[in-house]
């Protein structure tokens, strides 16, 4: 038997399934379908006429606040006053180059970039193997040159003696002559009178002509032997100037074996090796450049209002960029009689534009002495300069040196 149970609801009839469906929530309302208020957003404040009025107040005083800063650092006072003037610029040195006179190799370089060099100290070393030769063949010929001045004078010597013998001959032909002459006298007196034979007479007359022919001959040789004389003393002349001129050759050639050895001409910096040991240089070819120390200065631009202000020997003062905290005393050696651009490495484009006059400030020697190992050059700065003779320095431009 089969039985089937019904489920049944008391005082309900049975419907068949219903399908679901879910109608889309519109705006506004909840997920169940109940309707929701709109979410309003913060309330807006409210200006008001007299609010708006305190901001504008306020943005006017802002503005106000900028403008005068700006003003104020744009106008504001630069330097110690109208009494003063400065200019920008660098530090500089003269500059040497050690060169080589002849032209040569470099055997030796001894000292590097960056060593301070005294006055007088050797720096580079050139080869003088060929000057040594040199040397040593005029020395040769200075020898030859004495030697020959020797040999002159010895017969200058001879040719004197020659002289003497010749002028006593001059004197004995002299008396024969005499004696010729009186026998002549004579003879021809007695050959009047008849004591003598014309024979007699003639062979007077003949022993004077010779006699007297004697004596011009003998007068002829002292004239030969003061010639030889003459001419022996031109050699001795001309061997003492061969002497002279060897010793003067010797003397040039010792000069330029000298000059091989290079030598600093001042109390400066190595700054930088041109040339290496063994490079072969022309005359005139640099081998070391040096920055002479006792040589510094720093040129600066100013105005042509400025610089016709200014005279030779004037105070400035300098501050390095590099030590603020130092002002160092310097005096004006040159100013410029010719206007000229500012270099660009110096001012502004705009002061660029302008005609400047170049100054230069000298650092005291004195100074430089102390402080050679502090000196350095290319350092930019500030020199400070007094228009008006009165002015005071301020304070902080009060000289102050390193210890």
């Known amino acids: 038997m089969t039985v089937s149970a019904t489920p049944t609801t008391p005082n309900a009839t049975a419907t068949p399934p219903a399908i679901l469906s879910v109608a889309p929530i519109a705006a506004g309302t909840t997920p169940t379908g109940l309707s929701a208020a709109p979410v309003s957003s913060s309330p807006r404040p409210i200006i008001t006429p007299r609010l708006r009025q305190k901001l504008v107040l306020a943005a006017i005083a802002a503005a106000v606040l900028v403008i005068g800063g700006v003003v104020y650092f744009v106008l504001k006072p630069s330097g110690p006053g109208k009494s003063f003037a400065s200019g920008n610029g660098r530090i500089e040195a003269t500059e040497i180059d050690v060169a080589t006179k002849l032209p040569g190799r470099v055997q030796k370089i001894m000292v590097n970039e960056g060593d301070f060099v005294q006055v007088g100290e050797p720096l580079a070393q050139m080869q003088t193997d060929v000057l040594d030769a040199q040397r040593d063949e005029a020395q040769a010929q200075s020898q030859q040159a004495m030697t020959a001045v020797a040999s002159a004078e010895a017969q200058v010597a001879a040719r004197q003696s020659d002289l003497a013998a010749a002028q006593a001959t001059v004197g004995q032909r002299a008396a024969e002559l005499d004696a010729a002459q009186r026998r002549f006298s004579r003879t021809q007196m007695l050959s009047t009178n008849g004591v003598a034979a014309v024979q007699e007479v003639d062979d007077g007359r003949a022993s004077l002509h010779g006699t007297q022919a004697a004596v011009a001959a003998a007068q002829a040789q002292v004239a ?96 390095l960029d590099a030590a603020p905290q130092y002002v160092i005393p310097a005096a004006v050696s040159f100013v410029a009689t010719v206007a000229q651009f500012t270099p660009k490495t110096v001012e ?56």
């Open 224 to 319: 030969a032997a003061q010639a030889g004389i003459n001419a022996a003393q031109a050699q001795v002349v001309g061997a003492k100037a061969g002497v002279t001129a060897s010793v003067a050759t010797i003397a040039r050639i010792e000069a330029d074996i000298a000059d091989s050895l290079l030598k600093s001409s001042c109390e400066g910096r190595v700054q930088y090796r041109v040339a290496q040991p063994g490079e072969v240089l022309a005359a005139g070819g640099t081998v070391l450049n040096l920055v002479d120390l006792n040589d510094v200065y720093l040129t600066f631009f100013l105005p042509d209002a400025m610089a016709g202000k200014l005279a030779v020997g004037s105070e400035v003062h300098l501050v």
């Open 348 to 403: 502004t484009a705009t002061e660029r534009q302008k005609l400047m006059f170049r100054v230069k400030a000298q650092i005291s020697r004195e100074l430089l002495q102390k402080n050679l190992n502090k000196v350095k050059t290319g350092l930019p700065g500030v020199a400070w300069i007094k228009l008006d003779a009165g002015a005071k320095w301020p304070a902080n431009l009060a000289i102050k040196v390193p210890e």
